[in-house]
Nanobody
Framework: QVQLVESGGGLVQAGESLRLSCAASRSISSFNVMDWYRQAPGKQRELVAT???????NYGDSVKGRFTISRDNAKNTVYLQMNSLKPEDTAVYYCRVVTLVTYTTYWGQGTQVTVSS
């Protein structure tokens, strides 16, 4: 079992920045993939950013050039740096991991990000 705890959400104005953190209860080197997803009211959950165990990253089109995903293996934490935030970035942001070998998926509880115009 893996527990994921997200933090760093909040209320900001358009153009400002936030950094989200996702702390895992065990070594993140055991994860094949770590992702950030988001879900806005009335919309489907969408993939924001992915980082693999080898450090490869991928981003959703709407956040490319503004968001950066990174990982700190020593702290068992994955981050999402969000710059130039827009009102349309408002959503609950979720951390997800997929484990090696068994490919089991775990989700965090989510953290709210609200961007005012």
């Amino acid at each position: 079992q893996v527990q994921l705890v997200e933090s760093g959400g909040g209320l900001v104005q358009a153009g400002e920045s936030l950094r989200l953190s996702c702390a895992a209860s065990r070594s993140i080197s055991s994860f094949n993939v770590m992702d950030w997803y988001r879900q806005a009211p009335g919309k489907q959950r969408e993939l924001v950013a992915t980082i693999t165990s080898s450090g490869n990253t991928n981003y959703g089109d709407s956040v490319k050039g503004r968001f950066t995903i990174s990982r700190d293996n020593a702290k068992n934490t994955v981050y999402l740096q969000m710059n130039s935030l827009k009102p349309e970035d408002t959503a609950v942001y979720y951390c997800r991991v997929v484990t090696l070998v068994t490919y089991t998926t775990y989700w965090g509880q989510g953290t709210q990000v609200t961007v005012s115009s």
